[in-house]
């Protein structure tokens, strides 16, 4: 089975940018869309972006405008390019591949401070 393992994570203070990346053990063409999602502390997980193999992205609307999902098959890697970061941002990321089954990796934590 595919391995997706994320990283990138850290801490930044409000307004900065991070760049999350999700390394997948086989390559992502074989999935027929991947996706980030995130989990705080006692929350729900919920998503916040996706790109279809199409290249059609999607966001939640508390990070359009801010985050971007992207792709690089030669790397075998989907991204999150976080920028103008909020507190409330803060949270375990976690990537996400589906093809016939779902596939999650283990996250990555992001912190913003104020």
């Known amino acids: 089975q595919v391995q997706l393992v994320e990283s990138g994570g850290g801490l930044v203070q409000a307004g900065g940018s991070l760049t999350l990346s999700c390394a997948a053990s086989g390559s992502i063409f074989s999935f027929n869309a991947m996706a980030w999602y995130r989990q705080a502390p006692g929350n729900e997980r919920v998503l916040v972006a996706s790109?279809?193999?199409?290249?059609?992205?999607n966001y939640a609307d508390s990070v359009k405008g801010r985050f971007t999902i992207s792709r690089d098959y030669a790397k075998n890697t989907v991204y999150l390019q976080m920028n103008s970061l909020k507190p409330e941002d803060t949270a375990v990321y976690y990537c996400k591949g589906w093809n016939y089954y779902d596939y999650w990796g283990q996250g990555t934590q992001v912190i913003v401070s104020s």
């Open positions: 790109i279809t193999k199409g290249g059609i992205t």
